[in-house]
């Protein structure tokens, strides 16, 4: 069940390639949101869902490594990137999600869903909606956890307790300005996100992609964030699925996993990237690249040809 990766490849950050299509796809609520579609238009088809404070950038890495062989989607959760913020909460993430399968893929057409922490959360927040009952053929979960974020985060090094977790709920909920990238800002966010041996092209890019996140939207999902629990939504995830965790991630730490991987009807692998921190996608690109692409092999292009 667990792979312990030792030493996943660490490629340079790359630059996405040339946007396919690139459109507004509205939810159930009229919210548009940006959808991009990388590579042709006849390939297995990924769903790549970015966490907070990020965007469709933050999957640059996997974006460029697969765009030629695979049909890849990405799009921005609301306040992210280009699309705007309205309404928050976990049945709006389901909601988004809901929207672009049906904008994306024919029906009964399958693809393989990855997200990365609240993307992760987001296809857990979904599992039960009928779009994600039919186009998920396998999901992969990076750097995540269902519930009791702030009770298990690690950012602060003091002893599990309700101190620590007001301090983390205060941070999640914090109003501050972030600034400009600055060689302090990166620091700390290397700190808090990322593992010893994220490079400083993964640091820059990673600091890039969070400072230009509005605090409008990093406040009112760091609020949705402090309070989630979706551990329903995981015992009903029925696709087979892959989950990640880095040994050094402080905002969802490995615990989250293991809870996750002893609740899924149907998790195939746990796998342990040592020394990742929390930007997994980003550090350790080759790795997420290949857990993709042997989903898309097992659940995809095999099962095709068994049909």
Request: contains cysteine; proline residues 7%.
């Amino acid at each position: 069940m667990s792979t312990d990766h030792r030493n996943p490849r660490r490629a340079p950050e790359p630059a996405a390639p040339s946007t396919l299509t690139s459109r507004k796809v509205r939810s159930a609520d009229g919210t548009p949101l940006h959808v991009e579609v990388h590579g042709p238009s006849d390939a297995p088809t990924v769903v790549l869902a970015h966490g907070w404070t990020c965007s469709t950038r933050f999957w640059a890495a996997q974006i460029a490594a697969l765009s030629h062989e695979m049909r890849v989607v990405a799009y921005d959760q609301r306040g992210h990137g280009r699309t705007p913020l309205a309404r928050v909460g976990t049945d709006v993430l389901a909601d988004d999600l809901e929207a672009v399968l049906r904008a994306v893929l024919a029906p009964g057409q399958r693809a393989v869903l990855a997200g990365h922490s609240m993307g992760a959360m987001t296809i857990m927040a979904a599992a039960e909606r009928p779009a994600v009952v039919e186009h998920a053929a396998a999901a992969l979960l990076c750097s995540t956890g269902a519930s009791h974020l702030a009770e298990e985060s690690l950012v602060f090094p003091l002893r599990r307790g309700p101190l620590r977790s007001r301090l983390t709920v205060a941070v999640l909920g914090s109003r501050a300005p972030l600034g400009p990238v600055t060689p302090l800002s990166k620091r700390l966010l290397r700190y808090a996100t990322m593992g010893r041996a994220a490079t400083r092209t993964q640091i820059g890019a990673c600091a890039r992609i969070v400072h230009a996140c509005p605090r409008a939207t990093r406040v009112a999902w760091g609020g949705v964030l402090a309070e989630l629990d979706l551990t329903d939504g995981v015992r009903k995830l029925a696709a087979p699925t892959v989950v990640v965790t880095g040994t050094a991630d402080r905002l969802s730490p490995p615990v989250h996993a293991h809870r996750m991987v002893a609740h899924l009807p149907d998790c195939r692998e746990l796998v342990v990237l040592p020394g990742a921190g929390h930007m997994t996608p980003v550090e350790t690109p080759d790795a997420i690249t290949a857990k993709l692409r042997e989903l898309v092999a097992a659940h995809l292009v095999e099962g095709e040809e068994a049909a």
